[in-house]
Structure formats: structure tokens, C-alpha cells
Nanobody, 131 residues
Framework: QLQLVESGGGLAQPGGALSLSCTDS????????????IGWFRQAPGKEPVGVAC????????LSADSVKDRFTLSRNSGKRTVTLRVDMLKPEDTGVYFC????????????????????WGQGTQVTISS
């Protein structure tokens, strides 16, 4: 049973940085964490969730939306069953609820930023960027 939990959100100032973590707190004897692609989605107030970045299984290759490509960085620690999203040069537009989600892929296949491709979701963590 996969159970994703986000952490690291909160209030930050424009120009700063945040690190958000997505950790599988479920059964460690289930699917190997490194076999799952992990995506991050941002839901701005009044909007639907939009994919911003993802990291593929095994290879660790990443994909970012054009709007965040230069500022968002993903990394994976399989031993801790955790994927970390680092956001640099924070902007007010980064405000929203950040969800992480899991995607099953063939080995080395690229991840996607499509909501319908993900089967398990965390509860979300609030990020607010304000002076």
C-alpha cells in the first residue's frame, strides 16, 4: 500500500527558496520506491492542479514545466523513500497547494505532467509566497 506524504511547505519571501519532500510512509515491502515516477502538481487558488515537475523511475531523469524549468529541481533518495523538490527564486505565482503523486512506468521511460497518468496522491502541502 503506497501512502505519499508531503512536507516542507509554509510561508516564504519572494527570492527565497523552499525544499518540499514527498515521502512514502506505506508498506516498505511493497513496490520499490525507485520503480515509481513521482510528479509534483501545484494548485493555485481557484485553479485546477497543474503538473510542474516529475522524476522518472530508476534513471532519475526529470521533466519540468517551461514556466518553472530554471527554478525547480528534483532529486530522489530511494533509501529514504523520498523525492525532494527544491524551488529557488520564489515568486508570488508559486503560491498554492503542492501535491506529489506516483506514476507507474516501464523502466527508463520518461515521466509525464498529466494528472490522469498518476494513481496515488498525497494530501498536499500549502506554499505561500509573500513579502
Amino acid at each position: 500500500q503506497l501512502q505519499l506524504v508531503e512536507s516542507g511547505g509554509g510561508l516564504a519571501q519572494p527570492g527565497g527558496a523552499l525544499s518540499l519532500s514527498c515521502t512514502d510512509s506505506g508498506n516498505p515491502f511493497g513496490t520499490r520506491f525507485e520503480e515509481l515516477a513521482i510528479g509534483w502538481f501545484r494548485q493555485a487558488p481557484g485553479k485546477e492542479p497543474v503538473g510542474v515537475a516529475c522524476i522518472s523511475n530508476l534513471s532519475g531523469r526529470t521533466l519540468s514545466a517551461d514556466s518553472v524549468k530554471d527554478r525547480f529541481t528534483l532529486s530522489r533518495n530511494s533509501g529514504k523513500r523520498t523525492v525532494t523538490l527544491r524551488v529557488d527564486m520564489l515568486k508570488p505565482e508559486d503560491t498554492g497547494v503542492y501535491f506529489c503523486a506516483a506514476q507507474s512506468l516501464p523502466n527508463h521511460a520518461p515521466c509525464t505532467l498529466l494528472r490522469t497518468d498518476y494513481f496515488s496522491w498525497g494530501q498536499g502541502t500549502q506554499v505561500t509566497i509573500s513579502s
